[in-house]
């Protein structure tokens, strides 16, 4: 449990990061001095709270020296990378295509037009905040030019899993149930998801089930996340950086 603290905390300042954002947000667009202040406490204290935890994390888990003469993901290519975006374009495919189908919109993944660029911007500020906490400030690891194709292939899936689970599925849920309740079920469907490949991987149970524990955190997390910033983008380039700084 206690090596899982560093990824644990990558979804908690995601979390804040983006509660923080819309926070400003609406601080910015805020009337009288009452929800002046009430957006000041909004914004501070998710502020705050991200900031305390990479201050704790960091030092607590230094960064992690590459095995000797050998750097992560060296022998990934660009085949590799192709064949990753292409199962994964395959997979979200039908999703895509029903929202177009039904004429619901980009909206309905998760792709709206309003902040999408402020979502990319606080995803790239996570990310880098999240490498720190994994340990892998490395200039071999992200110089490597396999580390960039492996980053183009966790693209294709931070992409094609955020606009499925917290883009179509969420907003699905969204209009049905309260909010807890959305997250929950968007959560633990994420988790669920994943279960065939720990299935195929020969885990134990007991590593299935901390697995999928931990998975239901991500996903609650990130679905919370969803609710600040309102587009996956930014959250897709977290997903991907934290994929690659895990299993690197």
Excluded at 10 to 26: E, F, H, I, P, Q
Excluded at 53 to 81: C, G, M, R, W
Excluded at 181 to 206: D, R
């Amino acid at each position: 449990m206690i090596a899982e603290v560093p990824s644990i905390g990558c979804m908690v300042v995601t979390l804040a990061a983006y509660a923080a954002d819309g926070a400003w947000r609406d601080l910015r667009n805020a009337e009288g001095s009452r929800d002046r202040r009430s957006g000041a406490w909004k914004f501070t204290l998710p502020a705050v709270i991200g900031l305390m935890v990479i201050a704790t994390i960091v030092p607590l888990f230094p960064a992690k020296p590459l095995p000797q003469d050998e750097v992560p993901h060296a022998s990934y290519s660009a085949k590799n990378a192709v064949f990753q975006v292409t199962t994964n374009a395959v997979l979200a495919a039908p999703f895509v295509g029903w929202v177009l189908w039904r004429r619901k919109g980009t909206a309905a993944l998760g792709l709206a037009k309003e902040d999408l660029l402020r979502s990319l911007a606080v995803g790239a500020c996570v990310s880098l905040a999240c490498i720190l906490m994994l340990g892998r400030v490395s200039i071999e690891l992200w110089s490597s030019p396999g580390t960039w194709w492996v980053l183009v292939a966790m693209l294709g899936v931070g992409a094609s899993e955020e606009l499925i689970f917290r883009g179509l599925l969420l907003s699905s849920f969204a209009k049905r149930l309260q909010r807890v309740s959305a997250e929950g079920w968007s959560a633990a469907i994420f988790s669920v998801f994943h279960l065939p490949k720990q299935l195929a991987s020969g885990y134990s149970t007991s590593e299935i089930t901390f697995s999928l524990l931990l998975l239901f955190i991500w996903g609650w997390c990130y679905a919370a996340a969803m609710r600040k910033g309102k587009n996956v983008p930014g959250l897709a380039l977290v997903h991907a950086v934290t994929n690659i700084c895990l299993v690197s």
